[in-house]
């Protein structure tokens, strides 16, 4: 067993890329592999954590801290990641559509980064406008609120679909040792069956209720929420609760 995972995936060709495609591999894997799927699962299930006392105790910030620091660190693994594949010269291992793939993912992360940068004021009673008022972007949801949640959603799940695929591309590209696949593959195996538990719990909660709370007078909860499997809840239900 040990042989096995120690050898590399074709185990008719040696295994030998050198330093600076082994570093690329190794930051982009720890990039979209790890960072990039923590970072979505976590925002998707722990907008209201488990023993919140919502929606007495709304906004917290576990959830949001945590995807931008793993959503920024993995942004700047890829940059690091990007310039040791281009100044490794040539590319001397098999072809393959790791590369176009890998650009695609790239190009969906720049949107990614873009987008929150221009996605608007939050408003509410935790950030007012200038005015004193509660007006923002988020509270309001405004037609630029919510181009950039579809936008951000939709092109975020489409990114981390690539980032898989470029992956394993890679590895079969590299020819790497049976257990570095595996071990991804159990890490993925693992975010979908809690992904599958917590979904099944209702734990994907609406970010506007989460963070203002179930009044159906506030203007984002007029609205259906966004994001498939997102569920809205009422006063007073529990969070932990089966869907």
Not at 33 to 60: E, H, S, T
Not at 109 to 125: D, E, N
Not at 180 to 200: D, F, K, R, T, Y
Request: charged share 15%.
């Amino acid at each position: 067993m040990l042989g096995w995972l120690l050898a590399p995936m074709d185990p008719g060709v040696a295994h030998d890329v050198g330093g600076m495609l082994s570093w690329h591999a190794r930051v982009m894997v720890l990039a979209w592999g790890v960072l990039v799927p923590w970072g979505i699962f976590v925002a998707r299930y722990f907008k209201v954590l488990p023993g919140q006392d919502w929606p007495r105790k709304l906004d917290n910030h576990v959830w949001w801290n945590t995807h931008r620091i793993c959503q920024y660190t993995a942004c700047a693994l890829m940059l690091a990641g990007l310039w040791l594949i281009l100044s490794a010269g040539p590319v001397t291992t098999r072809p393959g559509p790791h590369a176009l793939i890998g650009w695609a993912a790239l190009a969906l992360a720049l949107v990614q980064i873009a987008g929150g940068i221009l996605r608007g004021s939050k408003g509410g009673p935790t950030d007012p406008a200038a005015d004193g008022t509660l007006h923002g972007d988020h509270y309001d949801m405004t037609p630029r609120r919510l181009v950039f949640e579809y936008v951000h959603k939709s092109a975020g799940y489409v990114a981390l679909l690539f980032a898989v695929a470029a992956i394993l591309t890679g590895l079969w590209q590299a020819n790497a040792p049976n257990w570095m696949w595996l071990c991804l593959v159990l890490w993925w195996g693992a975010l979908l069956v809690a992904s599958v538990i917590l979904q099944n719990r209702g734990m994907a909660v609406d970010t506007y209720q989460a963070i203002w709370g179930p009044d159906p007078r506030l203007p984002g909860n007029q609205r259906k929420p966004i994001g498939v499997g997102v569920s809205r809840r009422g006063e007073g239900s529990d969070i932990q609760g089966s869907s």
